[in-house]
């Protein structure tokens, strides 16, 4: 019913920078926290940054000062600029959103994206 397809992922050096998207689609009402999380092989998922939906957001520290969330409502997306990427960045990034409410449903539901690979190598 809900779909989350990231992108903008890919092959960067370090110091470079990328910008990842999602957009999330289906017959959505409204969402509560957008954001971002990322694994890298053989780790746990953790946390990238967040975004209410008043614009509120939250950083791990790994990515303050480097990284920027940002989202669009009216569209139901979220973005994540990184610059000044590191080897330790790499990591299959997904998207999630929560607190989604379906047009018709009084429940309210989290979504995940596929994931993105970034990878940052010379």
């Known amino acids: 019913q809900v779909q989350l397809v990231e992108s903008g992922g890919g092959l960067v050096q370090p110091g470079g920078s990328l910008r990842l998207s999602c957009a999330a689609s289906?017959?959505?009402?409204?969402?509560?926290?957008m954001g971002w999380y990322r694994q890298a092989p053989g780790k746990l998922r953790e946390l990238v940054a967040d975004?209410?939906?008043?614009?509120?957001?939250n950083y791990a520290d790994t990515g303050k000062g480097r990284f920027t969330i940002s989202r669009d409502n009216a569209k139901n997306m979220v973005y994540l600029q990184m610059n000044s990427l590191k080897s330790e960045d790499t990591a299959v990034y997904y998207c999630?959103?929560?607190?989604?409410?379906?047009?018709?449903?009084?429940?309210?539901?989290?979504?995940w994206g596929q994931g993105t690979q970034v990878t940052v190598s010379s």
């Open positions: 999630y959103s929560s607190d989604v409410v379906l047009r018709g449903s009084r429940f309210s539901y989290q979504y």
């Open positions: 975004i209410s939906t008043g614009g509120n957001t």
């Open positions: 289906g017959s959505i009402f409204s969402i509560g926290t």
